[in-house]
């Protein structure tokens, strides 16, 4: 009985880390997405990185949905797309730290052509790892 109790403790506390290490969802106005930001923790200055975040239009009227970027080092797959209400698109996002080791700060602009938008900024952060120097 006590081994039953403690495994079902086990369980549950694990389900519960599983579900705090999960990203978090945001939504402004009537927009959610499937993350609110993106650690790519430590990284390797050569290595690209990828992420997929899955956006819906959760209002009643379509909507436009604007992504940019605060660095040329961020491709994103589509800049723009058309949101039927109801409707969800999975977005692409490929960040090249281009051989430069550092800190990583970008921020990811979603724009919506509501007339009052004010937007979403997502943050990406995280650290690249450097190359070793030339002598």
């Known amino acids: 009985m006590a ?3 403690r495994m079902s403790i086990a369980a549950l506390l694990a389900a519960g880390l599983l579900a705090a290490c999960a990203p978090a969802p945001a ?3 009537d927009i ?7 650690n790519v923790g430590k990284v390797s200055a050569v290595a690209k990185q990828r992420l997929s975040v899955f ?3 959760a209002g009643s009227v379509g909507r ?6 605060s660095c040329p080092c961020i491709e994103i797959s589509k800049p723009s797309i058309l949101l039927s209400p109801g409707e969800r698109q999975e977005l692409g996002f490929v960040f090249d730290p281009g051989g430069i080791p550092g800190p990583i700060a970008v921020v990811l602009v ?15 952060h995280g650290s690249a790892e450097g190359l070793p120097a030339k002598q």
């Not at 959610?32 to 993106?38: E, G, Q, T, V, Y």
């Not at 436009?64 to 970027?69: E, N, T």
């Open 3 to 5: 081994t039953r109790r």
């Open 27 to 29: 939504r402004f106005e």
């Open 32 to 38: 959610l997405l499937s993350r609110a930001d993106w």
């Open 55 to 57: 956006v819906t239009n």
């Open 64 to 69: 436009k949905l604007s992504i940019l970027s």
């Open 110 to 124: 979603f724009l919506t052509d509501a007339p009052e938008s004010k937007g979403y900024l997502m943050r990406m």
